[in-house]
């Protein structure tokens, strides 16, 4: 059984793994987006994250742990001094993965991994189509959830409130949806 | 080792595979440009996920 396990092997010894994901981490801070297969992608983003927690503490130190990772040394600085201010005090969540479906040749499925702060273009359409997205996807997990449940029946504002307070075990990119769903909603 | 007693038929086998079918992708239209897209992904045709762009189509 692979109870409790974590984390991709991605078919690779130890230190290729090691290199394959600080290459990765290298080209997203060079190139703020990249397109890579999802495994690669979620398992890029559980290693990346917390270098970025540890970039938003400006040190000698920081920045030599920092540099032990990534490969080239302009990389870092444009971590520090450009990537760092834009993200601000966000709590975590800092990475967004996006899948595209399947890559001909193998029929991997590909992903893209982006800086949440980087992505500038939204659509015009925004406000009226994630609307009703909203408001039906809160009621949908509620009731998956049996500790939400109970309260499926008062009002949807008091639904996504609960949905957030349990959100705390689930993953980092719910964590982030949810989020992004009562903003729109606080919107309206 | 013990082995199968018969052949199994060509009837008896393919009535097994009647079971074997192919589903229908869950397409869904896109919320930015309307075409079919696979719910969950990035739209090809227009590259809008969830309200933001994620990558600008080639052509
Ligand atoms: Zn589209």
Redesign the interface.
């Known amino acids: 059984m692979r109870h409790g396990v974590k984390g991709r092997k991605l078919g690779r010894t130890s230190s290729h793994r090691k290199a394959t994901l600080e290459a990765l981490a290298t080209s997203l801070f060079k190139h703020k987006k990249i397109?890579t297969t999802l495994a690669k992608a979620k398992t890029a983003k559980t290693f990346i994250e917390p270098l970025i927690t540890k970039a938003k503490n400006d040190s000698v130190h920081a920045r030599r742990l920092i540099a032990s990772q990534i490969n080239e040394r302009k990389v870092v600085q444009e971590l520090f001094n450009v990537i760092v201010p834009k993200i601000g005090d966000r709590p975590g969540g800092y990475l967004r993965v996006?899948?595209?479906?399947q890559r001909f040749g193998d029929a991997a499925q590909m992903a893209?991994l982006?800086l949440v702060d980087f992505?500038d273009?939204?659509?015009k359409?925004?406000e009226s189509?994630?609307k009703a997205?909203a408001k039906a996807e809160p009621k949908q997990k509620a009731e998956a959830k049996p500790k939400a449940a109970a309260k499926v029946k008062e009002e949807d504002v008091q639904d996504a409130n609960v949905i957030e307070e349990t959100a705390e075990v689930k993953t980092d990119e719910n964590i982030e949806e949810k989020k992004?769903d009562s903003a729109e909603k606080e919107n309206k | 080792m013990p082995h199968p007693k018969r052949k199994i038929s060509k009837s008896r086998r393919d009535k097994r595979r009647t079971h074997y079918k192919a589903s229908a992708p869950s397409l869904t239209s896109c919320s930015n440009c309307g075409e079919m897209k696979l719910s969950h992904r990035a739209c090809p045709n227009c590259g809008y996920y969830a309200g933001r762009s994620m990558f600008v189509p080639e052509s």
């Open positions: 397109k996006v899948k595209l479906g893209i982006e992505n273009v939204a659509s359409k925004k189509a994630p997205k992004e």
